[in-house]
């Protein structure tokens, strides 16, 4: 496995260290957007050139100033410490969007929800085991609801679809089998009227008028039959292609309302984002009160002590 070199801005220069130590290092903020690697020590390249270090988002700093590259888990410690503010703008470097540092915080969790974290087993004297903090691999309650709301309605939305197809198919089938009858039916149709013009052409040369009248007869009632069949069966190809156009009526509007759904769930995780810095706020707040009322605590404590032991001085 190639080895890499790490040059500093400064000229330092480090290693040879396995791609896996660089990787690690990316995430601890320890691989600098300046620095340059080499497997050589003659040719080198920016460290945000290789795609296995994941040096993807550019933290936009007001007065058109930039930091970054720099790793997704490095983003999202920067504001768990506090040290940046969750609505500074963040722009990613392959896809050139740009979202507050909030919302690709809120969208690595989703996307991490469930994938289980590997153990991390590489440890050497300058780099020590560091273990992942539970915040990030376990995502709040409200970000699990959101995203469990967001998937069952997803869900419903896709079976509603495919029973909708389904029963579309269905309806093109019978109206296919409908068409094919009437084609019949209208083929006997044409026969029968073909014998019954025949049968008069020749009953003029009939020796028996009433076995003419009689074959006559079975004719026309076949063709009334026939007749009654044909009408019957255009009635059921007129109500087959009024359920077709209903059903693809419906199935567009389940499409419709499976795309609000799909683009409503932007909205959603920006409340989510919302309701994240709310709590991260109260926290602050609360961690402020308890302070504050250890202290009152401390000087009545004081007061206390002080009282019992002037009370228990001789007069």
Do not use: C
């Not at 600098?32 to 290789?50: F, M, Y």
């Amino acid at each position: 496995m190639r080895s890499w070199y790490i040059k500093k801005a400064d000229g330092s220069l480090y290693g040879p260290h396995p791609l896996e130590h660089l990787v690690l290092w990316a995430k601890e903020a320890r691989v600098e957007p300046t620095d340059q690697l080499s497997s050589d020590r003659v040719t080198w390249q920016p460290a945000d050139s290789v795609p296995e270090l994941e040096l993807d988002y550019i933290i936009l700093l007001p007065d058109d100033h930039q930091y970054g590259p720099i790793h997704q888990e490095t983003l999202i410690e920067l504001v768990h410490e506090g040290e940046l503010p969750s609505s500074t703008p963040v722009r990613h470097r392959l896809s050139g969007l740009v979202h507050e540092a909030g919302y690709w915080i809120a969208e690595a969790l989703l996307a991490t929800r469930d994938r289980p974290v590997p153990a991390t087993d590489i440890v050497t004297p300058e780099t020590p085991a560091v273990s992942t903090p539970a915040w990030e691999t376990e995502p709040s309650g409200d970000v699990a609801k959101w995203q469990q709301l967001f998937e069952t309605e997803q869900r419903e939305r896709n079976a509603e679809r495919e029973e909708l197809t389904s029963a579309l198919a269905h309806a093109k089938q019978a109206f296919q089998e409908a068409a094919n009858a009437r084609d019949r039916f209208h083929f006997q149709l044409r026969q029968a009227e073909d014998r019954l013009a025949a049968l008069g052409e020749t009953s003029q040369e009939e020796n028996t008028a009433n076995r003419h009248a009689t074959r006559e007869t079975e004719l026309v009632a076949a063709y009334d039959r026939l007749q009654k069949q044909y009408e019957t069966t255009v009635d059921t190809l007129e109500k087959e292609q009024q359920k077709v156009a209903k059903l693809e009526h419906d199935l567009a509007d389940r499409t419709e309302a499976l795309h609000r759904v799909t683009q409503t769930s932007a909205s959603e995780r920006d409340a989510v984002r919302t309701q994240l810095d709310g709590l991260q706020q109260d926290l602050e707040t609360l961690k402020e009160e308890h302070q504050s009322l250890l202290k009152k605590y401390r000087e009545l404590n004081d007061q206390y002590f002080k009282l019992k032991t002037a009370s228990s001085e001789p007069t």
